[in-house]
């Protein structure tokens, strides 16, 4: 019986895994086409305005989203309804939103960042949204419908940006009319969708759990504001020192590298309703097994990217343009500097899974005080190469704090 039950788990386990992975891997190849178009069809600059936009409209938004898809795929005890879950997420979008509104208007006005900022935060609204019926339908054992719903709203998205861009050189229409796809999917699907799926009790709102939620998962968002900060703030330096032309190579460059990332993240995610389980159930042997398991794919993910970019570096720069082969080089430090990243980010899923989310915060404030340092540190004095270098001190700190935090629990237990 034990050895059929470890069967099933393990089935489950791949399946969970493919289906995840394989809207990952769709979602990074749509969303990868975006900055290297822009820096194809609107030149560098406008794809440094653009990467800037992100790169103040996606750590506010992680923020607001509190990592709420986690809770609800690991909250086999259901300690909150799925309305409540829906909520608290429209409530964190909608503050976070008219936030980035009156300071980007404010601090910047007339700047073309801002309101490609604000479509960003727009994006990630709908896909926040929509995550909270896939982490619900994952919770059921179902990752194939969210999954499905991911690969439509990227590759939607993805088509009509690129149509939009190629007619106009205009990314901010473009990045405008590519919410249709998002929209409709949202609300002519995955909303009809969960509500037939839920039980009826699932959709009676108690507001004093809404905020009870919003203040345990506060945490988490700290925590994923602070790991997107630390993701962003070689941008935000690189912006400053070396021009915006050379930060929309910085970031169209880091595109490709974010495949892997994607792939680790979709991994996870399948993992962490394993983890989740063999924390509640104290089982550490199939706790350090997931997890080791985990790393080890990481680290590989990581690795073929790193490998990728050294035999075929010429190639994938002639991707974005002429323009692109004086970064010669770059790619390679930017794929060998993620790897840290990648078994940082599987540890920190084994954090939240033991429910060691406080520690986290500082750990990443940490992590986003040696990115900071780093970046001022290396950027004047390196350029572009020093972005990469500031990113893998970061993912070097992050990575030893958390597999230090995991071992002192475990020497608790």
Same mark, same amino acid.
């Given at each position: ?289 997931? *997890? &080791?398991?985990?790393? /080890? @794919?990481?680290? +590989? !993910? %990581? #690795?073929?990217?790193?490998?990728? =970019?050294?035999? $075929? ?58 990115? *900071? &340092?780093?970046?001022? /540190? @290396?950027?004047? +004095? !390196? %350029? #572009?190469?020093?972005?990469?270098? =500031?990113?893998? $001190? ?20």
């Amino acid at each position: 019986m034990l050895s059929m039950a470890a069967a099933t788990g393990r089935s489950r386990h791949v399946r969970h895994t493919g289906w995840l992975a394989a809207a990952n891997a769709i979602t990074a190849g749509a969303q990868w086409v975006w900055l290297p178009a822009t820096a194809r069809l609107a030149g560098p600059t406008i794809t440094g305005e653009m990467a800037l936009g992100q790169a103040v409209a996606v750590p506010l938004m992680m923020f607001a989203g509190l990592q709420l898809r986690a809770l609800v795929s690991t909250d086999p005890a259901r300690s909150f309804r799925l309305a409540e879950y829906m909520n608290a997420r429209r409530i964190t979008f909608l503050a976070a939103i008219l936030l980035l509104m009156a300071a980007g208007w404010a601090a910047a006005p007339g700047s073309l960042w801002v309101p490609m900022a604000l479509l960003f935060a727009v994006h990630k609204a709908f896909e926040g949204l929509a995550e909270i019926h896939h982490g619900g339908w994952l919770r059921a054992g179902d990752a194939a419908s969210g999954a499905f719903c991911a690969m439509g709203r990227s590759l939607g998205s993805a088509a009509v940006f690129l149509a939009v861009l190629a007619g106009t050189a205009n990314p901010a229409a473009a990045m405008s009319w590519s919410l249709l796809p998002s929209v409709a999917l949202l609300v002519l699907v995955e909303n009809p969708k969960g509500a037939r799926r839920r039980p009826p009790q699932e959709n009676a709102v108690r507001w004093a759990k809404v905020l009870e939620l919003l203040h345990q998962a506060s945490p988490l968002g700290l925590a994923v504001l602070l790991v997107s900060l630390t993701a962003y703030i070689p941008r935000y330096v690189a912006g400053e020192w070396v021009g915006m032309a050379n930060l929309g190579a910085l970031a169209a460059l880091g595109t490709l590298v974010m495949a892997a990332s994607l792939g680790v993240n979709a991994l996870g995610q399948a993992l962490a309703v394993d983890l989740a389980r063999a924390a509640a159930d104290r089982d550490e042997a199939a706790f350090q097994n997931h *997890l &080791l398991r985990g790393l /080890a @794919l990481a680290v +590989a !993910a %990581g #690795l073929a990217v790193f490998l990728t =970019a050294v035999l $075929a570096e010429d190639w994938l720069l002639s991707l974005f343009g002429s323009g692109f082969g004086q970064h010669k080089g770059l790619l390679v430090w930017l794929a060998a500097a993620a790897i840290p990243l990648h078994g940082a980010s599987m540890l920190g899923y084994a954090l939240t899974a033991r429910r060691i989310l406080q520690p986290q915060v500082w750990l990443l404030a940490a992590t986003a005080l040696a990115a *900071l &340092l780093a970046s001022f /540190a @290396l950027i004047p +004095a !390196a %350029g #572009l190469p020093g972005a990469a270098a =500031a990113q893998a $001190a970061a993912g070097i700190t992050q990575l030893a704090g958390a597999a230090w935090l995991l071992r002192r629990n475990r020497e608790t237990l």
